[in-house]
């Protein structure tokens, strides 16, 4: 977004609103005058599953709340429906994140190809080699005919340059395929920290089950002496109470 300083930046699926945010905050930051649009019937589809209405709810209150200047739309609608809204090459950046078949993510890039600016730039989420989308076949397929690159952590970004290559040229000349590879690497240490947080966590809960746990043994065993003690001293007593119920002591 700092980079391209786009006029108009458009999302295909937004949920609930991860990406878009980011994009937004990159707007706020910069103090950009791009207008984003997010477009999503926010029903959900057969990868994230049909949701419920709270999540458009809070994806509009939380855009209202921390983005009050940006200049936001969120069209809730299909994405073939909402192409007619758009004029032909007026798109400067375009995300492309709806549902991830092969047969969807084709559509949704050649629906809106014609709407893409001169020398506009196209996202796409999934495309990592290791999902197991449609998306990343299309992905290659789009890699073999345009010119672009690829992020390959968290599930991936592909980033396709279909109209022209001014930004791509620039981003070469800036050393971007190095850059990459910091991304890669520094993604990978945020991952390998966020997952070793995740296990010390784990460890703290089992350690404080286990401390739970010893004090409930400990509490089991007085328990287990005390009844011990009251059985020894019933059988004390028993013989007494035996020899006094059957009368054989003179009161
Ligand atoms: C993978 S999610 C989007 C994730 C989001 N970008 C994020 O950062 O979390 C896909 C979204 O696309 C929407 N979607 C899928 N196909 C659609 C279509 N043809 N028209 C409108 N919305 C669609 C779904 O409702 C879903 O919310």
């Not at 375009?94 to 549902?99: E, K, N, Q, R, Y």
Request: overall charge negative; aromatic content about 14%.
């Amino acid at each position: 977004m700092a980079f391209l300083q786009p006029r108009l930046f458009v999302e295909l699926g937004t949920y609930w609103g991860t990406s878009f945010y980011s994009f937004c905050q990159a707007v706020k930051d910069r103090e950009l005058a791009t207008r984003c649009v997010a477009i999503d019937t926010w029903e959900g589809d057969d990868h994230t599953g049909k949701y419920e209405n709270v999540v458009f709810e809070t994806v509009q209150s939380i855009a209202k709340k921390l983005f009050p200047t940006t200049d936001i739309t969120l069209l809730r609608s299909y994405f073939a429906d909402a192409v007619n809204d758009f004029e032909d090459e007026s798109i400067d950046l375009l995300h492309i994140d709806g549902f991830h078949t092969y047969e969807a993510v084709k559509n949704d890039f050649t629906l809106w190809f014609p709407k893409l600016a001169e020398d506009g730039v196209v996202l796409f989420h999934d495309i990592a080699d290791s999902c197991d989308y449609g998306s990343v076949t299309y992905w290659n397929e789009l890699l073999d005919k345009y010119p672009g690159f690829s992020f390959q952590h968290s599930w991936g970004l592909g980033v396709l340059f279909p109209k022209g290559c001014k930004h791509f040229d620039i981003m070469k000349k800036n050393n971007i395929f190095d850059k990459i590879w910091i991304y890669e690497y520094l993604s990978e240490l945020r991952l390998l920290r966020i997952q070793k947080e995740a296990a010390d966590e784990r460890g703290e809960k089992q350690h404080a089950l286990i401390n739970y746990q010893e004090d409930q043994i400990a509490l089991l065993k007085e328990q287990l002496e005390a009844t011990r003690r009251e059985i020894e001293l019933l059988n004390s007593l028993l013989p007494v109470r035996l020899i006094k119920k059957l009368g054989f002591v003179k009161q």
